[in-house]
């Protein structure tokens, strides 16, 4: 069962979104919706304003127009602080503290409860690692604990750049479910990713190019309306319909 808190429609919704970076026009107007409650990947090749959108959905994005807005809030507002967490694609952890040391300091930060701790380290799979210093970790492990210092504050939306990047399949695997978990616990997450074989993971998809919106739906629709039997082919067909003849 759903936390009733998280019973809203759109926890993410974008309209006209306009970034400017170097002179150059990354998202030239971009307008989507992430459902409340889902998995929804975020999927594009590299440059295609991924990262752009994540940080503008977080607030820390200079914008030239449009509108963000998360949990019916603007984006980057005061009160969306504790709501809203973000894990970027480096660790954002100390390497020279332990798992636990790194989760009691991040804990204090965001005076969360102290019983969150030891819920995050369950949620993530790092029971045992405790004390185990970070920089003696795989960097499977090290991803695993930047998500687990993200959900101490329950966060209800959590936007996770490219967090299987370099890693093998099974730990993608493991932490893809890790993410249906926290979803499960009524969370909504948007996850980005290049690689086209994590789509199938998701609940719902956005599909970027060049800083536009190619596509949405559910995996399975994707399909359907490609005539594709697999997500890299239904991608390029999208791509295809698109380019002039």
Request: overall charge negative.
């Amino acid at each position: 069962m759903r936390d009733d808190r998280y019973v809203s429609a759109g926890a993410i919704v974008v309209r006209n979104l306009r970034v400017i970076r170097g002179g150059t026009i990354v998202l030239p107007g971009l307008s989507l919706d992430v459902e409340t409650g889902t998995v929804t990947g975020l999927l594009g090749p590299s440059g295609s304003g991924k990262t752009t959108l994540m940080r503008a959905i977080v607030g820390v994005q200079l914008v030239a127009g449009g509108s963000v807005e998360v949990l019916g809030l603007p984006a980057g507002s005061r009160e969306l602080r504790s709501r809203v967490a973000y894990v970027t694609q480096a660790p954002s952890v100390y390497g020279d503290l332990s798992v636990r040391e790194n989760l009691a300091y991040f804990s204090s930060v965001l005076d969360a409860p102290a019983e969150n701790v030891e819920s995050a380290i369950e949620t993530v799979g790092l029971g045992g690692f405790e004390g185990r210093v970070v920089n003696s970790l795989s960097g499977g492990q090290r991803a695993r604990v930047s998500l687990a210092t993200a959900l101490l504050g329950r966060p209800e939306v959590l936007v996770l750049d490219e967090p299987t990047v370099g890693l093998d399949p099974v730990l993608r695997r493991d932490l893809w479910d890790m993410f249906h978990r926290v979803a499960e616990q009524g969370a909504t997450l948007l996850v980005s990713s290049h690689v086209m074989d994590e789509a199938d993971r998701c609940e719902r998809l956005l599909l970027l190019r060049d800083g536009r919106l190619l596509a949405e739906g559910t995996p399975a629709g994707l399909r359907d309306a490609s005539g594709a039997t697999d997500l890299d082919a239904a991608f390029l067909r999208l791509i295809e319909t698109e380019e002039p003849a």
